[in-house]
């Protein structure tokens, strides 16, 4: 583990359903360190895949565009932006995969901080809040 | 059950998908997207158009990290410069490289959604790193809204913005429609040190609650 960095522990993990009740999201890692935040999850079922592959190696739309975005704040009231993400499908195809940042990283004193994720996937969508300590 | 009057590719489900897959569903998914179909269909832009480009690079052996981030800064603040935000960003923005999704949320963020190709993953590989090196609001450059990601090349990379900074300055700005944005991703692979690719969009801030 770098040095400075802070690792939530178990009692940071927290599911709940998005996306209309279709899937549950499993928050399984909250990472920090000077630079970022970083939020790993589980998303099951799978989301739908986005893309799939032409055989000239293009792209050609299979499912709805997905949107995954965040936004913090600390019990400090500092505030947190959005620092991007990654997700994809297990290779069982059982669930997806992901993680996402915030930045910058946390002051030493704060506490706890507060995200509001914000998931949208074709026509449906949700917002939720959720507290993790630090 | 299916929408069809909506189309199918508006369904978060695996059974949507999993339709779509098995060819129920018009031949260009771009069309299917209902009332948002237009604007996605309009907004698909040409590769070569200076607002939507992006190559596979070659890394010179040896070269650090800092170098080839200055190298390709170089040439993304030059593409900026010269580059108009005629389009909206909004839609599917396709391209060789990469296809990027854009919307914009009721309350204002926009976001984005990023798909290497497999012409792309071929040259890349199983793993890759993607960063921001810069990205410009109204020419200004700002800090970029996108840390190092390292994941599968399969995965999709999003990100979303807001609020932002410019570049050594404190203050935080909002992000207003038709603002000019300009994202510069980076590429590169976690296998081979000389294997990257970039991908460059300037597009404008379209109105809230825009996809």
């Not at chain 1, 932006?81 to 994809?88: R, S, T, V």
Request: include cysteine.
């Amino acid at each position: 583990m770098a040095k400075g960095k802070r690792k939530g522990a178990g009692g940071t993990a927290q599911s709940f359903t998005v996306l209309n009740g279709r899937h549950e999201l499993a928050v399984r890692r909250l990472t920090a360190t000077a630079e970022r935040v970083e939020l790993a999850y589980r998303i099951t079922p799978a989301l739908p895949e986005r893309w799939r592959d032409n055989p000239d190696g293009s792209l050609d739309a299979a499912g709805p565009p997905v949107f995954f975005s965040v936004e913090g704040v600390d019990d400090l009231g500092r505030e947190y932006l959005d620092g991007g993400g990654a997700f994809g499908t297990d290779p069982e195809g059982g669930f997806t995969e992901g993680s996402l940042s915030l930045e910058p990283g946390p002051a030493p004193e704060a506490r706890s901080l507060t995200l509001t994720l914000m998931l949208t996937c074709g026509d449906e969508q949700s917002t939720h809040q959720l507290t993790m300590p630090l | 059950m299916l929408d069809t009057k909506r189309g199918t590719l508006l369904l978060c489900s695996a059974v949507g998908a999993s339709l779509v897959l098995a060819g129920m569903t018009p031949a260009s998914a771009d069309s299917a997207h209902g009332a948002g179909s237009a604007a996605r269909a309009d907004s698909a832009v040409s590769a070569e158009s200076g607002d939507n480009v992006g190559e596979l690079i070659s890394i010179p052996a040896g070269e650090s990290t800092a170098a080839t981030y200055a190298r390709v800064t170089r040439r993304a603040a030059e593409i900026n410069a010269r580059t108009t935000a005629d389009k909206k960003c909004t839609g599917v923005w396709k391209h060789s490289v990469a296809n990027v999704d854009w919307d914009r949320t009721p309350a204002g963020t926009v976001r984005w959604s990023f798909k290497l190709t497999a012409t792309a993953r071929a040259n890349l590989g199983a793993a890759v790193t993607v960063t921001m090196p810069n990205a410009w609001v109204n020419n200004h450059a700002i800090n970029p809204p996108y840390g190092p990601h390292s994941k599968a090349s399969t995965y999709d990379f999003h990100g979303s913005m807001n609020k932002y900074n410019r570049k050594g300055s404190s203050t935080k700005y909002t992000i207003k429609t038709k603002n000019k944005i300009t994202f510069y991703w980076l590429i590169k692979s976690n296998s081979n040190p000389r294997a990257g690719a970039t991908r460059y969009i300037t597009c404008a801030v379209p109105p809230k609650g825009t996809s």
